[in-house]
């Protein structure tokens, strides 16, 4: 597996950052069973990423980062994970820390406080439940991808900087060794490829984003602009970053009738081999669940529980 993850590592030109993540809280709201801080924090290429971190009142068992959706709505990140606007399915954090973990939701790139269109004054961008999204925001987002790809760089790759930038960030805040990622569709595709490569990443959920390159390219399935990655789909697929997460633990979450989920069964079958010949077969879980791309109450049930205990 190390020698898989070298070569897909070498593709996205990933390796974990150098620069110490500094974070900084900025605000905090305190609940009778929780704590909600506004944190920053310096990522690889000196950005400063503002998230919102979770904890428990006791003392926290495991960390994780929640990784946003995206639902074509870049006025929402970290705020939908905090249960502050959106998708009340979608509020992750101060449910999983009420399980006893430490949840750090930061916003990724183009998304809420890290759009153009954000108020940056102060450097601490966009009120939680600002709600604006100018017409140019998909513009910018946009470019994130292409400007990058015409200077030979990725956008998946500045994503999984920043995920590595947020565990670093966490690895400082809370005094654990297990520090786990988790997210759903555009969330759930970057939690595969960061739990792909980052070891230190002990468990991972990926949601709602399971449906090979194989499957998409065949039935001409839209690629979420992080996943366009030159090259990636003639050497490798999903279920190779599956692969990458062996030995360590994995919840794969589809619908039976989600078209970024279609053929998540099959993925899943092709990797279950390597976890069992590593002598963890139970460290590969596949929730298949009746309907659509959007979380139900059943899968975000399931999600929760399953984070409860890994």
Excluded at 32 to 42: C, K, N, P, Q
Aim: hydrophobic residues 50%; aromatic residues 6%; glycine residues 8%.
């Amino acid at each position: 597996m190390d020698a898989l993850r070298a070569e897909i590592g070498a593709l996205l030109g990933w390796a974990r950052p150098t620069l110490a993540p500094a974070p900084v809280v900025r605000g905090e709201v305190v609940h009778a069973d929780v704590v909600r801080r506004l944190i920053t924090y310096t990522a690889a290429d000196g950005e400063v990423i503002q998230a919102f971190l979770f904890e428990p009142t006791s003392a926290p068992r495991a960390a994780v980062v929640v990784l946003h959706q995206h639902n074509s709505d870049w006025s929402l990140g970290k705020s939908e994970v905090a249960g502050l606007a959106g998708d009340p399915l979608q509020a992750f954090g101060p449910v999983l820390a009420r399980k006893g973990l430490t949840v750090l939701a930061p916003d990724a790139l183009g998304f809420e406080s890290r759009r153009r269109s954000a108020d940056s004054s102060t450097g601490v961008a966009v009120p939680p439940l600002a709600r604006e999204t100018p017409p140019g925001d998909w513009v910018q987002y946009y470019n994130h991808a292409m400007h990058r790809i015409v200077r030979g760089e990725l956008l998946m790759s500045k994503l999984l900087s920043d995920v590595a930038s947020g565990v670093a960030a966490l690895q400082v805040l809370v005094p654990t060794e297990s520090i786990g990622i988790a997210g759903h569709s555009f969330g759930g595709n970057v939690a595969l490829f960061a739990a792909a490569l980052d070891t230190r990443l002990t468990f991972a959920v990926s949601s709602g984003s399971i449906c090979s390159f194989r499957h998409k390219l065949a039935h001409g399935t839209a690629l979420e602009m992080a996943l366009i990655i030159p090259g990636f789909a003639s050497r490798f697929d999903l279920d190779d970053l599956l692969l990458c997460v062996a030995p360590r633990k994995i919840l794969v979450v589809s619908g039976d009738d989600d078209p970024l989920s279609a053929d998540a069964t099959a993925v899943v079958t092709r990797a279950r081999s390597a976890f069992a010949e590593l002598g963890v077969p139970d460290h590969l879980n596949h929730v298949r669940a009746q309907g659509g791309h959007a979380l139900d109450r059943t899968r975000f049930q399931a999600i929760v529980d399953w984070l409860a205990m890994a």
